[in-house]
């Protein structure tokens, strides 16, 4: 299988950035904790706003990932904080 990564950009009003850089940092640890199948996760802060870095073990750890406990509790903890995602999904190339 070929290992998945995703490239994703958060924009947030930069008011609200460090209230939620504590869950999103809490998040990436239970993830590479917690998910075998998270091999990397990183978190990258531009200028304005916040980008992730993350690569998996293929597509389906990708979706075990984006459907599991982590993502429903980090999305539930920062419902409150008004945020646009979006992100691109990539094969890595050996």
């Excluded at 490239?7 to 998910?35: G, N, S």
């Excluded at 998996?56 to 539930?76: C, I, L, M, P, T």
């Amino acid at each position: 299988m070929a290992r998945f990564a995703v490239v994703a950009t958060y924009e947030i009003a930069p008011d609200k950035i460090d209230a939620f850089l504590p869950h999103l940092q809490a998040h990436r640890d239970r993830c590479l904790r917690d998910e075998p199948g998270t091999l990397q996760f990183d978190i990258l802060r531009p200028e304005k706003n916040l980008m992730l870095y993350e690569v998996y073990e293929s597509e389906a750890a990708f979706e075990a990932h984006r459907n599991g406990a982590s993502v429903a509790r980090f999305r539930q903890e920062t419902d409150a904080i008004e945020r646009k995602l979006t992100f691109v999904t990539c094969s890595l190339v050996d």
